[in-house]
């Protein structure tokens, strides 16, 4: 058996005991504290109604003393209600204090209400008429409160016992039952009903809902009430499922009346004391189960302490990366002596894998942000060329239409040289993700960058002093253009974020020859003639160790959401593949300097006009089959074709074009895109659409500029591409020279 399960038995065993203990003294403890409120909740009950019992003969003592007060022997209306007002004054427990004639008609009142009234229905008015020298009790409404009382008759005789006159005084009973609950607890509730079951005095919490005045002589809780058992107090379940225990007093003397006083109170609240115990129990066994843990622990740790301070002291070597560290012999028998041996084991099998993992790590790392780059970049650029191709083709229509308006038509021109430069951009996230080759140009480089002045000075901001040094007669360079101003603007970005508080750049570009000892980045030496941008901050600066890193892809060392990464990165490859170099000086408080080098060529020749031939439109009549998924560029390509002269049937996809290549139709030339759905790229339509028909002219376009695999049909000639986005004349030209070859 092993220490693990020992030890777990031991505990079990240890707690079973209290738990059985606290079990046990719970159920005695919710039994007890259960008698005892029920056993209070009717003590409660006849403390009520004591309690009222010397409210009524205290009463009857005031009846007593003001039947002989010659202010009532009177015919005096208002001298009596005026006595009677100031009785009341000083017992404010009654709600009114009467007399009433013999023929049961209301004499004088505390109220002064003067109001007529005809009382011999009241019960206790028959009672009185018949009684001597004894008061009478009556639960009721009063007829001039409206409040619930207990009316209090009491009939004054004369010495030859005729009746004189019926004293009456109307106790408060909604005050008495007020007093009562605010004496008790807040979850004690007093509830006052007649022999008819109509509530008097409504319980004030939130449980019940019958008010005052309401009847519940149908009820559970009132045939309880009015029952002649002993029973003295019951469980009943209210309509929302709560359960109540009620107390109902039994003297005779009020239920003769026909006055019920109930006491009751939740079932939860009578259990609340036990659950207090039970927690209270709960928490002694919790600090007697950490005691017992306790003392588990320091058995363990007496008893293999050693042993396992060994495995732990391995295991802390291990997480700080000692991968050398091992247990020395001799190891334990059993379950330690086999985790010491495994633990060994594994600390060699990972120093034997950590050479190995270091050393592909650099690479896979950098292989999977090429490729995810790789992804992204390839998509975009074919979405956004797609969108392209619309925007370039519909602003030369604009501009055409516009010949005559010249604002206009410069708004098209605008539009169309914006998307020429989208589509440069397309190409240069292409060529940093290696999807297309760069498009280098022999240019003035000191042109290129005096024509950015202004883009540039706006980028930076009136916080920044921006300066411009260029040397005279600067050599010609093989460079692409689109290329060198993102890798510029990249730059004077970088430079900016590194002088939030000011400062000064200066752009500098000069002729310059590098030789054996000038290295880039990468330590390589090229040797030979350049023409060299400088970029140079007054910045915060890099330490060495970052200035080492700056052209790794994705290190950055701004905040999260302010930088990718990936500017420095993009320079440096661009820098590599025009042939050129690229070399950093930074030094903290000090500024840094990034200087590109691209490399010389011959002297620049000027390109010439095109002709008049060129620049006309090349127009035809055959029939030509567009594919096209995309619905804008597919409506473009339709009115432009139409426009030319073409015959044009299009379609969606490469699963829709071969069936119409496999009918009847005449047609001269398949023009398709690339990417497209269905499971049929434009490659594999132009083989399958050259098998189908061997003499079939086939062009292909694609907003991903990337020649994708072999673009041969399938008798193995080469198929020429029409990169997106592209101008009219451009797609004109590049049909007739399908059409047209061999």
Request: hydrophobic share 40%; aromatic share 6%; with cysteine.
């Amino acid at each position: 058996m092993s220490l693990r399960t020992r030890l777990l038995i031991l505990v079990i065993a240890a707690m079973l005991v209290p738990a059985i203990l606290v079990g046990l003294r719970f159920v005695q403890n919710r039994t007890s504290e259960i008698d005892a409120a029920l056993a209070n909740l009717s003590a409660t009950a006849n403390d009520i109604l004591s309690d009222l019992d010397e409210k009524i003969q205290g009463t009857a003592q005031l009846h007593y003393g003001l039947a002989r007060a010659r202010d009532l022997d009177t015919r005096d209306k208002a001298a009596c209600s005026a006595f009677l007002s100031a009785v009341r004054e000083e017992y404010p427990q009654f709600t009114g204090i009467l007399t009433i004639n013999s023929d049961g008609s209301l004499f004088c009142d505390s109220l002064r209400t003067n109001r007529t009234l005809d009382l011999r229905d009241r019960a206790y008015f028959k009672q009185a008429l018949v009684t001597h020298s004894a008061i009478t009790l009556e639960p009721v409404f009063g007829r001039l409160t409206g409040t619930s009382v207990l009316q209090i008759a009491y009939p004054v005789r004369a010495e030859s016992g005729e009746l004189k006159f019926i004293l009456l005084a109307s106790f408060n009973l909604q005050k008495f039952a007020e007093y009562h609950v605010k004496r008790l607890s807040n979850e004690t509730e007093i509830l006052l009903v007649d022999k008819k079951g109509t509530i008097l005095v409504a319980p004030q919490g939130k449980a019940w809902t019958e008010p005052a005045g309401a009847s519940i002589a149908n009820s559970e809780l009132f045939r309880f009430a009015a029952s002649q058992n002993r029973e003295p107090f019951r469980e009943l379940t209210d309509r929302d499922g709560r359960n109540h225990v009620w107390a109902v007093t039994r003297s005779p003397s009020v239920r003769d009346a026909g006055l019920y006083i109930m006491v009751g109170r939740s079932k939860d609240g009578l259990v609340a004391a036990a659950n207090r115990r039970l927690y209270e129990d709960l928490a002694m066994l919790a600090v007697a189960s950490l005691l017992l843990f306790a003392g588990v622990w320091i058995l363990a740790t007496v008893s293999v302490g050693r042993q396992v301070g060994r495995l732990a002291a391995m295991a802390t070597k291990l997480g700080l990366g000692d991968l050398s560290a091992r247990i020395a012999p001799p190891h334990p028998r059993g379950e330690l002596g086999g985790l010491m041996t495994l633990l060994n084991g594994t600390a060699e099998s990972l120093e034997r894998q950590r050479a190995a993992i270091d050393e592909l790590n650099q690479k896979l790392t950098q292989s999977q942000k090429m490729e995810a780059m790789g992804q992204l970049t390839g998509g975009v650029a074919h979405d956004f060329n797609n969108l392209l191709t619309v925007i370039l083709g519909n602003a030369e229509h604009l501009a055409e239409k516009l010949a005559t308006h010249k604002e206009l038509h410069g708004i098209a021109e605008s539009i169309a040289t914006a998307a020429e430069r989208g589509s440069d951009l397309t190409r240069s996230l292409l060529a940093f993700a290696r999807k297309q080759p760069l498009m280098p140009r022999d240019i003035d480089i000191g042109q290129k960058i005096v024509g950015m002045e202004q883009l540039l000075r706006r980028t930076l901001g009136e916080h920044i002093e921006c300066k411009f040094q260029l040397d005279q007669n600067l050599w010609p360079a093989s460079v692409d253009p689109g290329q060198l101003a993102s890798a510029l603007l990249n730059l004077v970005l970088n430079a900016r974020d590194a002088m939030p508080q000011g400062g000064k750049l200066t752009v500098e570009v000069q002729n310059t020859s590098l030789g054996e000892s000038d290295a880039d980045v990468n330590g390589e030496a090229r040797p030979g003639d350049y023409v060299m941008v400088a970029v140079t901050d007054t910045g915060a600066g890099m330490t060495a160790e970052v200035a080492s890193r700056a052209f790794e892809p994705f290190f950055t060392t701004k905040e999260v959401g302010k930088g990718t990464g990936l500017g420095l990165s993009m320079v440096y490859g661009f820098a590599q593949q025009s042939g050129g170099s690229m070399q950093i000086r930074s030094e903290p408080g000090q500024g840094t300097v990034v200087k590109l080098f691209f490399p010389r060529v011959g002297t620049l020749q000027a390109s010439a006009a095109p002709s008049a031939g060129q620049q006309a439109t090349t127009t035809g009549s055959e029939t030509i089959l567009v594919v096209e998924d995309d619905d804008m560029v597919r409506a473009y390509v339709e009115g432009e074709l139409k426009a030319l002269g073409y015959r044009v049937i299009v379609t969606s996809s490469g699963p829709a074009a071969l069936a119409i290549l496999r009918g009847p139709e005449n047609i001269h030339l398949l023009f398709t895109d690339v990417v497209m759905p269905g499971g049929v790229f434009g490659t594999e339509l132009a083989k399958e659409a050259a098998r189908l028909r061997p003499h079939l002219k086939i062009l292909l376009t694609s907003g991903h500029t990337e020649h994708p695999v072999d673009a041969v049909d399938g008798g193995g000639r080469e198929v020429r591409i029409l990169n997106k986005p592209y101008r009219r004349h451009d797609l004109a030209s590049m049909l007739r020279s399908v059409l047209k070859a061999n």
